[in-house]
């Protein structure tokens, strides 16, 4: 079945350093794949997304490019800000089914 | 005004009680969605629902039941609470038509005594 691997948090960082979470992936024929961030006492939303292959997906300094060679989908940004504390979540929704599969979920804490 | 709505935000219970978390969405979604957040394990579904007729259990069903009263309404339910229950619930919607994403709500923690 479809699955999606993250890498273990907290992440720590102090500001203006540069981020990179990793998320690969396990799925049947060519999923479509999310980032969604959950700031503090909030529900998710979706920070990005990519549809194909060698797409990029970017938002509010964020970029993720799909990979279908190594099946991943790193998440990035150039400069962190305090503001980006918070748990970020790797899914992907793979053509055949209704229901996306989500990673569990990398904590980030930026410090000034 | 939010899109996606639960009550209560918080709920303190005791082990053995019924208890009903509710969500409202005012998104015009026909697909809605229960999970359950634990530290550590990322979000684990519970139920979902792709219109009101429609109801499906998910990974984690056991002990939980659902109400889809509108397609706007969609009700998660624990008939006997227990403390292996305690955690954080979330509702979420999708539209059929127009994609993937999920839309979440705010949160409900639950806390089972």
């Known amino acids: 079945g479809d699955s999606v691997t993250q890498m273990e948090g907290p992440v720590t960082l102090s500001e203006e350093a540069f981020l990179t979470i990793n998320c690969t992936y396990t799925?049947?024929?060519?999923?479509?794949l999310f980032w969604y961030v959950q700031y503090p006492g909030e529900g998710l939303q979706l920070l990005l997304k990519?549809?194909?292959?060698?797409d990029k997906g970017s938002n509010k300094g964020f970029e993720a490019t799909y990979r279908k060679e190594t099946t991943s989908f790193h998440l990035e940004k150039g400069s962190v800000q305090v503001s980006d504390s918070a748990v970020y979540f790797c899914?992907?929704?793979?053509?055949?089914?209704?229901?996306?599969?989500f990673g569990r979920g990398t904590s980030l804490i930026v410090h000034p | 005004d939010a899109d996606v709505t639960q009550t209560p935000r918080n709920r303190i219970t005791k082990t053995g009680k019924r208890i009903m978390l509710e969500c409202s969405q005012t998104?015009?979604?026909?697909?809605m969605y229960w999970y359950r957040q634990d530290p550590g394990l990322g979000l684990q579904l519970i139920y979902y629902?792709?219109?009101?007729?429609?109801?499906n259990k998910g990974e984690i069903s056991d002990g939980y039941s659902v109400s889809r009263q509108a397609q706007a309404k969609f009700s998660l339910s624990l008939e006997s609470a227990i403390p292996n229950q305690t955690a954080l619930y979330f509702c979420?919607?999708?539209?059929?038509?127009?994609?993937?994403?999920?839309?979440f709500g705010p949160g409900t923690r639950l806390t089972v005594l």
């Open positions: 998104k015009g979604h026909d697909r």
């Open positions: 990519a549809t194909k292959a060698d």
């Open positions: 799925a049947t024929g060519y999923p479509s």
């Open positions: 899914a992907l929704k793979s053509g055949g089914s209704y229901i996306p599969t």
């Open positions: 629902s792709f219109d009101v007729k429609d109801i």
């Open positions: 979420a919607t999708s539209d059929s038509l127009s994609g993937d994403e999920q839309f």
